[in-house]
């Protein structure tokens, strides 16, 4: 079945740094991709879908400057964390469409 | 995405049976019920879908009652690893599994010894 791969899985950064999420469909090509957050106790929210080869759509309220996507490639989108503050602290996911919305494994971010 | 409504928490015993409901009353005839979980601190997994027929796969059973605007999700011999947080999802028809989705809290399904 289709198989997206998530890395890192976690990650630790300083306050003010950047982290790059990377997300890999597999065996499988995919025109879009969807990045979620999810903070504790709280269910997966939506935060913009990844379009290969054009700009990527946010939802309402995720700042496109702050949580910049890249979607360079039929197989590979990411999703970097600009000048990261303790409240960016979350699990990210995405899942690539390959059929019934296959997810990653997740990346808990922690930043101190 | 349709709005669904599903109970906070349940329990089930090892080897039993667990039914987990599922209402979905302002459904569309054209879309599809998807059901996911997700064990603690790991990515969604897709579980099941169906439009109006009931479906079964590997993993388990799905019931549409005849009206569309309830399913039940049957995982017919629960074991401790199927404890996780169930979601039943209707996405927005013409997005289905291509679409994005919309989570709720869904339902924390603890399966006991």
């Known amino acids: 079945g289709a198989v997206v791969s998530q890395h890192p899985s976690r990650v630790i950064c300083k306050s003010g740094t950047s982290v790059k999420i990377e997300c890999r469909s597999l065996d499988f090509q995919a025109t879009t991709m969807f990045w979620y957050r999810q903070f504790p106790k709280q269910s997966l929210m939506l935060m913009a879908t990844s379009n290969e080869g054009s700009k990527a759509t946010y939802e309402q309220g995720v700042e496109k400057d702050k949580f910049l996507i890249n979607h360079a490639s039929l197989t590979l989108s990411t999703l970097t964390v600009t000048s990261a503050h303790p409240e960016d602290s979350s699990f990210y996911i995405c899942s690539g469409g390959g059929g019934f919305h296959t997810f990653g494994s997740g990346t808990r971010l922690t930043v101190v | 995405d349709a709005k669904t409504t599903q109970p906070t928490s349940m329990d089930c015993a090892e080897g039993r049976a667990a039914n987990l409901p599922c209402n979905h009353s302002t459904i569309s005839g054209n879309e599809y019920v998807y059901w996911y979980r997700q064990i603690h601190s790991q990515g969604p997994q897709y579980i099941i879908h169906?439009?109006?027929n009931n479906e079964t796969n590997e993993m388990a059973s799905l019931i549409i009652t005849e009206d569309r605007k309830s399913s039940t999700l049957i995982l017919p011999h629960a074991t401790l690893r199927d404890t996780a947080v169930y979601y039943c999802?209707?996405?927005?028809?013409?997005?289905?599994?291509?679409?994005?989705?919309?989570f709720g809290q869904g339902t924390i399904l603890t399966v006991h010894p």
């Open positions: 999802i209707v996405p927005t028809a013409g997005g289905t599994s291509y679409g994005k989705l919309t």
């Open positions: 169906g439009l109006k």
